[in-house]
């Protein structure tokens, strides 16, 4: 089963690092041609906020911030985007790995994505529960397709990917890219 989710979570940094396409992010104001212009973030998103080893994690903040305080990861990579700025890197940690975007030399948090079932969100969502869980403790979702639940908070999403009725991995992602 975690191999499983490994190779998912693979197959899905792959497509995000191969997802080359015409979208460019800056600083702010007219980029000179028809690419989406993308200004940083004035402040996290607001919206769910994930904590790992007592240290907030909110998605859109600077990792910088998260990085000092959570210390060193248990591995980390990078790589020359083509989607979203300058650099994507990745920070994996136990039970969870954080993706960030960069914007002006500044890397934001894009998502944190739980790689197992030893963690929960502050609200006490696990891979594993189900998704009468979910929709226990986050109400009805914003979306819901039979493949995952979308729930909106904030310029952010809280997604759970499932296996039948079984939430297989949990999301915090950012919506500022998608504007």
């Known amino acids: 089963m975690k191999k499983a989710i490994l190779v998912l979570l693979a197959v899905l940094m792959a497509a995000a690092l191969c997802a080359c396409g015409e979208k460019t992010i800056s600083g702010g104001g ?39 305080s959570l210390g060193d990861p248990k591995s980390y990579f990078e790589s020359q ?10 920070y994996t940690y136990s039970g969870f790995r954080i993706d960030t975007y960069q914007i002006n030399g500044v890397d934001y948090i894009s998502d944190v994505i739980f790689t197992d079932d030893t963690i929960s969100t502050p609200e006490g969502l696990a891979i ?8 226990e403790v986050y109400g009805e979702p914003t979306t819901e397709d039979g493949s995952r639940l979308v729930f909106e908070n904030g310029k ?20 500022i890219l998608e504007e």
Do not use: H, R, W
């Open 30 to 68: 007219d980029n000179g041609g028809g690419d989406q212009d993308v200004s940083a973030p004035s402040a996290g998103a607001g919206g769910y906020v994930f904590v790992a080893n007592g240290v907030n994690v909110e998605i859109d903040a600077k990792m910088a911030d998260i990085e000092a």
């Open 81 to 90: 985007s083509c989607a979203f700025g300058e650099l994507d890197k990745v």
């Open 128 to 135: 594993g529960d189900s998704i009468a869980k979910a929709k």
């Open 156 to 175: 952010m999403k809280l997604v759970c990917l499932l296996e039948g009725d079984t939430i297989k991995t949990i999301e915090y992602l950012t919506k």
